[in-house]
């Protein structure tokens, strides 16, 4: 079967991956000059199944409304009159219940684990050695007493599903991450998640895309996607910059920018962008930066380790699709990586980025087919792009191929929505 896989993002290719694996034409389609240019490129490196939960969580409506008037606040919400961002915020606030919040990370929690195993199988499977891969688990940091007790309660949840995960104190902190004595920060404590990992995705879509274009994929770059053409209850075509493609099977990877190609079809997904922003620094010396990534769960920064070089990822915006860079950002975050971290970095030399984490009101992607016979969907990870990739392209790649997936698809159709 001939398929077409439009996005090149991490997403896109491991898609791309499991298609041809199964024997399929696979042609892959993006705007951009290579894979991973996007929001698969500056992105924390976290890949984190034991912290996959939704953004939707009790107490998070007045959190966002309390934040979002501090000048140096992580998250941001500028009201716009735009009907997407009305609708999905008030899905959003439907989705902020304990009970929600509860079969949503549980969702969440079964894809993420399901996408490391699958992870781990294509690192076994396909020549990918250089993306800064550390598999030595995740510390999420706390500052005060009460963050703590948030934490101690949210990992005694994750626990009940076989998650390891382990308490620290400040001296139990400094045996597994000894980088962090030299921080100026405070303590309360620290979780330490082992089962979780760290990687450049920009580096790793790079490489499977090289290897899959080794073995007969076709990867058409800079080709702007302008539209889907349907005729008797399938897609016929995908209009392109470059004229009208046709395959067998369609299936749209394309982050936030998915809704905008579906919606034309009266399909109205709801993936909504939330921005984000990140800084990059070369280590000059190793020793006093870390080797695990570390969450900053008052300032929700994640700082990893990707080989020589350090990076600080966070912030979340609701404010459409602009990328500009505010300095006010990098500046906070910089703050935050010199209060963990005040040495063992070049801050002359700072990598400074903004990307769109494509995000759905509940948490969970949106996968499977839509309503037409031979599209399918692989959208709506959010800020899990990176830890659900390899999972959700397998789970899509076997829907494609007619085949009932390995894990169980309740609450990851586009269905839940109505769609």
């Not at 949503?104 to 800064?132: G, T, W």
């Not at 895309?209 to 770059?221: K, M, T």
């Not at 997936?405 to 269905?415: F, H, K, R, S």
């Amino acid at each position: 079967m001939k398929v077409l896989v439009l996005g090149a993002g991490v997403v896109g290719v491991a898609t791309a991956y499991y298609l041809w694996k199964n024997g399929h034409e696979v042609t892959v389609v993006d705007r951009q000059a290579g894979p991973g240019m996007e929001t698969s490129f500056g992105n924390a490196g976290g890949i984190c199944p034991s912290f996959a939960g939704p953004w939707a969580a009790p107490g998070m409506i007045s959190r966002v409304l309390k934040l979002s008037l501090q000048s140096d606040s992580p998250i941001r919400f500028a009201p716009r009159p735009d009907p997407r961002q009305i609708a999905w915020v008030l899905q959003w606030m439907r989705n902020c219940t304990a009970q929600r919040f509860r079969a949503n990370k549980l969702c969440m929690q079964r894809v993420a684990h399901y996408s490391y195993r699958c992870l781990r199988e294509v690192l076994a499977q396909a020549p990918i050695h250089d993306f800064d891969f550390h598999a030595g688990g995740v510390l999420q940091l706390f500052r005060t007493r009460a963050e703590l007790q948030l934490g101690r309660l949210s990992a005694q949840a994750v626990g009940e599903s076989g998650v390891p995960w382990r308490l620290l104190d400040a001296d139990q902190l400094a045996a597994v991450e000894p980088a962090l004595v030299h921080g100026l920060a405070q303590i309360a404590g620290a979780l330490h998640m082992p089962a979780d990992a760290s990687g450049d995705s920009h580096k790793f879509a790079g490489q499977l895309a090289a290897h899959l274009a080794q073995h007969g994929v076709s990867f058409r770059y800079a080709t702007r996607i302008d539209a889907l053409e349907q005729e008797k209850g399938a897609i016929s075509r995908v209009h392109t910059a470059y004229g009208a493609m046709q395959a067998d099977a369609y299936v749209v990877a394309l982050g936030s920018y998915a809704p905008l190609l579906l919606a034309p079809l009266g399909l109205k997904l709801p993936v909504y962008p939330l921005k984000g922003y990140s800084v990059t620094l070369p280590v000059t010396d190793p020793g006093q930066v870390p080797t695990l990534s570390v969450m900053d769960e008052h300032n929700k920064v994640m700082i990893s380790r990707l080989g020589n070089r350090l990076r600080a990822a966070g912030m979340a915006e609701l404010a459409g699709y602009g990328l500009a860079l505010d300095p006010a950002r990098k500046d906070l975050l910089l703050r935050v990586v010199r209060s963990w971290f005040p040495e063992g970095l070049d801050w002359e030399h700072v990598s400074f980025w903004a990307g769109l984490r494509p995000m759905t009101p509940d948490g969970p992607p949106i996968l499977g087919k839509a309503r037409w016979s031979n599209l399918f969907l692989n959208s709506g990870h959010g800020s899990n792009g990176w830890t659900q990739a390899c999972g959700t392209a397998k789970i899509v790649s076997d829907l494609v191929c007619g085949r009932t997936p390995e894990i169980d698809m309740q609450g990851l159709t586009v269905q839940r929505f109505g769609g």
